[in-house]
């Protein structure tokens, strides 16, 4: 029984296919630094317009060959499509790249998710945080934050305080911010790390442990987080809420 053999196009569309991934597992790799839609989708944004570029160039130039168009009296043809391709496919990488250093600029001019404050202005007091991420001080390398706190052993909020009246330096975070999740787990804060000082401005990073009194994660299956602000500004109570993942 006679085999099939599959045809130039087909044979262009596995070769491409096979080139698209590679320029995908390229970017996936260069945008380790993003978060997982903005990598893995760029990655297959990059999979799918590598592909779509290569396949036209790659099926003339397969089927030349397969009638023989590689012969030594035609040695021209092949090597226009040859150079046709790598033109194509540098072109291809120079998108991704083009795609990924958007990606970064959307990340360092605060648009994501990681870098998106929770904020709440009532009272005579205005709080903002921000739940850094690991990505955040890859973003922002010159944050007053970078090198004081250790992401790897705490869970930090990168937080200010502003108002027009009052005194903030009394203010005692440690005591008055608790950090909560979605399953009924809370923590306190360990310390504050200032970088900012004033009677009407705060600034610096509120640092809580990863594991509850008992031990457990407080990381582990938590599908959003809450930092309950007690006392300040006159009001009660303020709940800044945070979705997991951020990313």
């Known amino acids: 029984m006679e085999v099939q053999r599959r045809s130039p196009v087909q044979n262009a569309g596995v070769l491409g296919a096979l080139l698209a991934l590679g320029a995908a597992a390229v970017f996936a790799v260069a945008a380790a630094g993003t978060g997982p839609v903005a990598r893995y989708g760029g990655a297959v944004w990059v999979f799918v317009l590598t592909w779509i570029i290569l396949l036209p160039v790659l099926a003339p130039w397969l089927k030349e060959r397969h009638r023989g168009g590689d012969s030594p009296d035609r040695p021209s043809s092949q090597g226009d499509r040859v150079l046709t391709a790598l033109v194509v496919l540098a072109s291809a990488t120079f998108l991704a790249a083009l795609l990924w250093l958007l990606l970064g600029a959307g990340i360092s001019t605060g648009q994501t998710p990681t870098r998106t404050p929770q904020a709440d202005t009532r009272g005579s007091v205005t709080i903002k945080a921000v739940y850094v991420a690991a990505s955040h001080f890859k973003a922002t390398p010159n944050d007053p934050l970078a090198g004081k706190v250790d992401l790897e052993r ?94």
Do not use: C, M, Y
């Open 154 to 247: 705490n869970i930090v909020f990168a937080i200010t305080l502003d108002t027009h009246s009052g005194d903030l330096s009394r203010f005692d975070f440690v005591k008055n911010v608790t950090l909560r999740n979605d399953r009924g787990q809370q923590v306190a804060p360990v310390r504050w790390v200032a970088t900012a000082e004033g009677t009407h401005h705060r600034a610096g990073g509120l640092l809580f442990p990863k594991g509850d009194q008992a031990g457990r994660s407080i990381e582990a299956e938590a599908r959003a987080f809450e930092l309950v602000v007690r006392g300040l500004g006159g009001i009660a109570e303020r709940v800044l809420r945070w979705t997991l993942p951020l990313e």
